[in-house]
């Protein structure tokens, strides 16, 4: 009994601990086969308990892309009460870029799904699922009650201006209930006034409702052959009493425009029934603010030049016959990733505070998709041959078309391209993505027929094949005599 003692243990609640209790415990104690069934009994009875109180690991809405805020669970791969193994793909993420598969970082048992599938928004941090260690049991398992993404760090709080003096405002009188209004042109509005009458004695037979000066002008013969009586003012009500009313937009006119049929006025929301709402996929809505800031943040200067394609044309004719594939904007890319290693100026991107030089060549290509415009990256163009170039950017098409982009593959990028001359486009803008200074538009290719001389000097009409390219550059980081240079 000293050991217990010493330890500061009761010895009731030593016997308890160690699996033994009641009048056994001395018995159990002096024989081994006792002692060591009571050890057995205390590590299983204490590894259950360490079992049960383990916590689960949580999955949580991952950044998949620079520019992500939150996400959309196309569906979950896994169901609850399946095994997971570490690099297992759990659920389909949809970011702003492409759809991505969330991969488990753990070997487990999936135990909880937060987030069904088809949720949509679901902002960055918030938990999606819960996943337990193997041997834990995973139907306990319970979901935290704050499931929400991490708030964000609280402001310095500002001190709140005072507030205005309020300036009183007459109350306007209400209209007079039953009394029709009309939109009146303006001879018609001169009239009335001139005569003193009013549009309600008449009737609109104008487009939409308006009072026409005709209208107007039979109301004052009606009122030469006596059937109708000057439009008397009312007596001027008692003056009101002021009081402090918030700034108001400015009242409409008095003759508002009818809304029969529903027509949308601007400077405001529009009517129900004039429009079909379409919703927004998460890659819809990033590059409509993305394009926004573009346009409103860098000032685009814009450089087009026609270029022959005569020996491109060529080039591509002879790999063909080598049965080797391969497209006019492949040579394109080529030509723009070596024009930017032979012009580092160029292949430079804008951080806020200056120009940074880039070490590295990669050209992103525009590809139009169901879901919206996306730019997978050639890495390391100027290094790669036209048949690799044609390759890549086959494979990396059909897997932005299919929704299937890795971050890896549409991220970065130091100049972009975008063609639309496969749609029989001549010549466009577009818009700078960035933090890119520069974004190439390529048109279609045309016949034309320009006045050549020949080695004798004589004059003849040849055909040329062009085509013309527009490039906008962000003027902070790429002036217009380096960006002519460029197109040279």
Excluded at 207 to 214: D, L
Excluded at 285 to 301: F, G, N, Y
Excluded at 459 to 465: C, F, R, Y
Aim: hydrophobic content about 40%.
């Amino acid at each position: 009994m000293a050991a217990p003692w010493r330890l500061g243990w009761e010895p009731w609640l030593l016997r308890c601990v160690l699996g033994f209790g009641g009048r056994r415990g001395p018995a159990v104690l002096k024989g081994a086969a006792g002692w060591s069934a009571g050890r057995g009994a205390s590590r299983r009875w204490l590894h259950s308990t360490r079992r049960l109180q383990a916590d689960p690991i949580k999955i949580l809405m991952p950044s998949l892309s620079p520019t992500m805020e939150e996400g959309n669970i196309v569906k979950w791969l896994k169901k609850e009460g399946e095994a997971v193994s570490a690099g297992d793909a759990l659920c389909e993420i949809e970011t702003d870029k492409a759809v991505v598969t969330l991969d488990a970082s753990d070997d487990g048992i999936l135990a909880r799904i937060v987030v069904e599938g088809g949720s949509k928004n679901v902002r960055l941090g918030s938990l999606i699922g819960l996943l337990v260690e193997e041997g834990q049991d995973w139907k306990r398992v319970e979901i935290p009650k704050d499931v929400g993404p991490p708030s964000p760090p609280s402001k310095p709080s500002v001190p709140h201006p005072s507030p205005e003096p309020q300036t009183s405002i007459p109350v306007k009188p209400e209209v007079t209930p039953g009394k029709l209004q009309f939109r009146l042109s303006p001879a018609a509005r001169n009239i009335l006034e001139k005569h003193t009458l009013d549009a309600s004695q008449g009737t609109a037979t104008g487009p939409r409702g308006i009072f026409t000066k005709e209208d107007a002008l039979k109301l004052v013969h009606l009122k030469q052959l006596g059937k109708i009586t000057e439009s008397r003012p009312a007596p001027a009500p008692p003056a009101a009493p002021t009081v402090p009313l918030p700034a108001q937009a400015p009242a409409g006119p008095s003759y508002p425009r009818p809304m029969i049929p529903p027509m949308s006025i601007p400077g405001q929301p529009n009517v129900a029934g004039t429009f079909t709402e379409i919703p927004a996929s998460n890659i819809r809505r990033v590059i409509a603010k993305r394009l926004t800031e573009s346009k409103s943040t860098i000032p685009h200067a814009y450089t087009t030049v026609d270029c022959d394609l005569g020996a491109v044309l060529k080039a591509r004719q002879n790999l063909i016959r080598d049965n080797i594939k391969v497209s006019v904007n492949d040579f394109i890319i080529k030509a723009a990733a070596v024009t930017l290693k032979q012009m580092p100026g160029v292949n430079v991107s804008w951080d806020g505070e200056g120009p940074k030089q880039l070490p590295f060549v990669d050209i992103s290509v525009a590809v139009a998709t169901d879901r919206g415009l996306i730019t997978p990256v050639i890495k390391d163009a100027a290094a790669k041959g036209i048949q690799e170039i044609a390759d890549s950017v086959k494979a990396l098409s059909k897997k932005a078309r299919d929704g299937k982009l890795l971050p890896e593959e549409y991220q970065g990028g130091s100049f972009s391209i975008s063609n639309l001359g496969m749609f029989g486009i001549d010549e466009f803008t577009s818009v700078i993505n960035p933090p890119q200074a520069c974004i190439l538009s390529v048109g279609r290719f045309r016949p034309v027929l320009k006045l050549a001389q020949d080695e004798e000097g004589n004059a003849s009409l040849q055909q040329h094949q062009l085509i013309k390219v527009t490039m906008s550059s962000d003027s902070r980081a790429v002036d217009d005599e380096l960006a002519t240079r460029t197109n040279d």
